[in-house]
C-alpha cells in the first residue's frame, strides 16, 4: 500500500493544470447543493478562490509531517467561526472537495486516490473543528468579561 502523502501529490498532479476549474467547480457544487451557504462568502471570491488552493497545497505538501499542519489548522478553524461555520459545513466541504478531485481527475481517479484524500480531508476537518471550538469558548469568555 503506497502512503497517502505519495497518493496526495500524485493525484493533485492531476488537477493541478486546471486548477483555476477546479476551484470554480468545487464552489459550484456548494453553492448549488447548499446555497444557503453562499451568503458567507464575499462577493467577489477571487481571494477566496485563492485561499482554497494555498489550504490544499499546504496539506498536501506537509502531510507526511501533520504536527507541523496542526497550529495552522486549528487557527483556520478558529477564523471560520467568524464566518458562521457550524460543524455540519464540514461535510459539505469534504463532499464537495472528493467529487470535484474525481469529476476533474477524470478516469484517472483511482480508489486508491479517493481514500487518501477521505482521511486528508478528515484529519483537517478534525483539527479545524478543535480550532473552532477554542475559538468559540474563548469568544464567549470575552463576552462574559465585557
Do not use: C
Not at 8 to 37: C, K
Not at 96 to 124: K, M, N, Q, S
Amino acid at each position: 500500500m503506497r502512503p497517502d502523502s505519495e497518493l496526495l501529490s500524485e493525484s493533485l498532479g492531476l488537477v493541478a493544470p486546471v486548477a483555476d476549474q477546479f476551484v470554480s467547480s468545487f464552489y459550484d457544487r456548494i453553492f448549488a447543493g447548499h446555497p444557503h451557504v453562499r451568503e458567507m462568502f464575499p462577493a467577489d471570491m477571487t481571494q477566496q478562490r485563492e485561499h482554497l488552493l494555498k489550504a490544499v497545497v499546504a496539506l498536501v505538501t506537509n502531510y507526511d509531517h501533520r504536527e507541523g499542519l496542526v497550529p495552522y489548522l486549528e487557527a483556520l478553524g478558529s477564523r471560520h467561526v467568524r464566518y458562521g461555520v457550524v460543524p455540519e459545513h464540514y461535510g459539505i466541504v469534504g463532499q464537495a472537495l472528493l467529487a470535484t478531485l474525481a469529476e476533474i481527475a477524470g478516469e484517472h481517479w483511482t480508489d486508491e486516490y479517493e481514500g487518501a484524500w477521505a482521511r486528508a480531508y478528515t484529519f483537517a476537518a478534525e483539527v479545524m473543528h478543535a480550532g473552532a471550538n477554542r475559538g468559540i469558548v474563548a469568544i464567549g469568555e470575552m463576552a462574559e468579561a465585557a
